[in-house]
């Protein structure tokens, strides 16, 4: 009897621990937003990058509850790519995390990456998003969405200092020069800065806005080869000029991070914030609520041609999983559905702004 009962229990723990979900890890950016959407599960109540990302994470795992559990491992923006490159060198690898297309070729050539094979349909991708997870024949990301800058704008601000058209939008400058006037006029009506700029902890902001004022001068920051950055050239030091003007002058809010800049620009610290397309959802919900220095009185608009021609930064977020000896083949399988998971509701991701993959999302 003893024996029996011993036996009916080890076959109890037994069951207990085939049932144990397979837990994977996704190591992101886009902020840590859980005390606000904690219990949301359904992505159309939300609309910006921490809220859609964190609910999609939640809405799998309800899903998959006591199958697969996804574990979030956020970090800031700033710091991520740095302590993602700590992490492979130590060997603590999260199972799946966020890249820019930008960055994938860094890993790519390292062999750092596991192609995706068949386990996301890439005959759907849009031809720019397969194109740019495909290196060697072999596509080594989920692509996610297309992102650019833009100009968000403060109309009821720039109604004030009369830089709107007879249509109510506002008016934008067409050269450096014009760019100063609007921003020294602005300043001389409101009493406040033109521009809200990322300048505190946020170094990708300037080299956006380099990079788009270069390129507007037919000009490139690689101009002899693609290994060799060259910032004397006169397209980089006529950028870097305009720059330093609008800072000088106090045309410009100064010591913000991003998210203090994103307050201040809602709190109508300024007219302009360039930040990118992935804000196009949490300010138009923004706009759309009354008793606010945004309510209907924003819009957003490429960023000016103010050179030779129109350009300005872009770039994609894509999924990658990397290479890891360690990792089991009910561990990758659990990858490769929250990757399938996330490509099927790609047009929740935008919600946020950002241009999908997917072409049948597109069309």
């Not at 109540?45 to 795992?61: A, M, P, R, Y």
């Not at 008793?291 to 103010?306: H, I």
Request: hydrophobic share 45%; charged share 15%; net charge neutral.
């Amino acid at each position: 009897m003893k024996r029996s009962l011993i036996a009916f229990a080890a076959a109890l723990l037994t069951g207990v621990a085939q049932a144990a979900p397979v837990e994977i890890t996704l190591a992101r950016f886009f902020g840590s937003c859980d005390a606000e959407f904690g219990q949301v599960t359904d992505p159309s109540q939300v609309s910006s990058e921490c809220g859609i990302v964190t609910v999609l994470t939640h809405k799998f795992n309800a899903l998959n509850s006591g199958r697969i559990r996804v574990n979030t491992q956020v970090v800031e923006h700033a710091a991520y790519y740095p302590q993602l490159g700590a992490r492979i060198v130590g060997g603590d690898l999260p199972t799946i995390a966020i890249m820019h297309s930008s960055v994938l070729g860094d890993f790519a050539k390292r062999e750092l990456l596991q192609p995706l094979g068949g386990a996301v349909e890439a005959a759907d991708f849009t031809p720019h998003a397969r194109h740019g997870v495909t290196l060697g024949g072999q596509v080594l990301a989920l692509p996610y969405d297309s992102h650019a800058m833009l100009w968000h704008i403060n109309l009821g601000l720039m109604k004030q200092a009369g830089l709107v058209d007879a249509a109510g939008h506002a008016k934008l400058p067409n050269s450096p020069q014009a760019l100063l006037e609007h921003a020294r006029a602005f300043k001389r009506a409101t009493g406040k800065p033109y521009f809200v700029w990322l300048t505190l902890n946020d170094p990708s902001f300037f080299a956006r806005s380099v990079l788009g004022l270069v390129n507007q001068q037919n000009a490139s920051l690689f101009p002899k080869t693609d290994q060799a950055i060259d910032l004397g050239t006169p397209a980089v030091r006529a950028a870097v000029t305009l720059m330093r003007s609008i800072y000088a002058e106090g045309l410009s809010t100064r010591h913000m991070d991003y998210s203090a800049a994103l307050q201040a620009f809602m709190a109508g610290a300024g007219a302009v914030m360039p930040n990118g397309t992935w804000l196009l959802g949490q300010l138009n919900d923004r706009a759309a609520q009354a008793g606010n220095p945004l309510s209907r009185a924003y819009e957003a608009l490429p960023e000016p041609t103010l050179y030779a021609k129109a350009a300005t930064w872009a770039d994609s977020h894509v999924w990658v999983m990397l290479r890891n000896p360690r990792q089991t083949a009910a561990e990758r399988e659990a990858a490769h559905a929250f990757l399938r998971f996330l490509n099927d509701e790609s047009l929740a991701w935008a919600r946020t702004g950002q241009l999908p993959a997917r072409q049948s999302a597109v069309d």
